[in-house]
């Protein structure tokens, strides 16, 4: 039976802290939902009622161009070990790059990761727990290193030109916000 809180409490920050990926969901007003799984031990805690997760370049940007639109976003985990659990968190989220204030002050509190292209920063307006009965247990090997040395082998300006290539614009054509200045 579905739970909802305020806030995390130290059972759910305990259950968050030990799993391996985590998912992402935002929505523009009109336009595709987008759904993306995370991981690499990008995300931290702030507060019970914030979190933090610093997103790598990848092939896509759907989330900025979203939460520049629209800031609502839900992470989701689910217990794929262990005892049973799927928690949500909904809130409202900003985007914040490397050229904006507030970068260095998230930065610090979060993994150094090649290919460092935005922090998220959501404020959580509610949490809910619900039972993961149906969710499949699974082992955990390892985690994946290709896209760190993907980013690891390119110089910044590299970077910047996949960035301008293929970060700028999601796939309904909205503006992600990235800066693409060299």
């Known amino acids: 039976m579905a739970k909802q809180f305020h ?10 802290d030990r799993q391996h990926i985590f998912f992402v969901s935002t929505a523009p007003a009109d336009g595709r939902v987008n759904c993306s799984p995370k991981g690499m031990q990008s995300l931290n805690i702030l507060s019970p009622t914030r979190i933090a997760w610093l997103n790598v370049t990848g092939s896509g940007n759907e989330t900025a161009a979203h939460v520049l639109e629209n800031s609502r976003m839900t992470i989701m985990w689910c217990a794929l070990d262990g005892p049973p659990l799927i928690l949500r968190a909904y809130g409202r989220a900003k985007v914040v790059h490397p050229s904006d204030p ?9 993994p ?26 699974m082992d955990f090997r390892a985690e994946r290193d290709l896209l760190n040395q993907w980013a690891g082998k390119k110089s910044k300006a590299a970077l910047t030109d996949y960035w301008a290539e293929k970060n700028t614009r999601s796939i309904d054509g909205l503006e992600t916000g990235i800066n693409v200045v060299k």
């Open 7 to 16: 806030q995390l409490n130290d059972r759910l920050i305990d259950f968050i």
């Open 112 to 137: 150094k990761l090649p290919g460092a292209r935005q922090i998220f920063d959501l404020d959580i307006e509610m949490v809910q727990t619900s039972c993961g009965m149906a969710v499949p247990l």
């Open 102 to 110: 507030e970068w260095t002050a998230l930065a610090e509190q979060l």
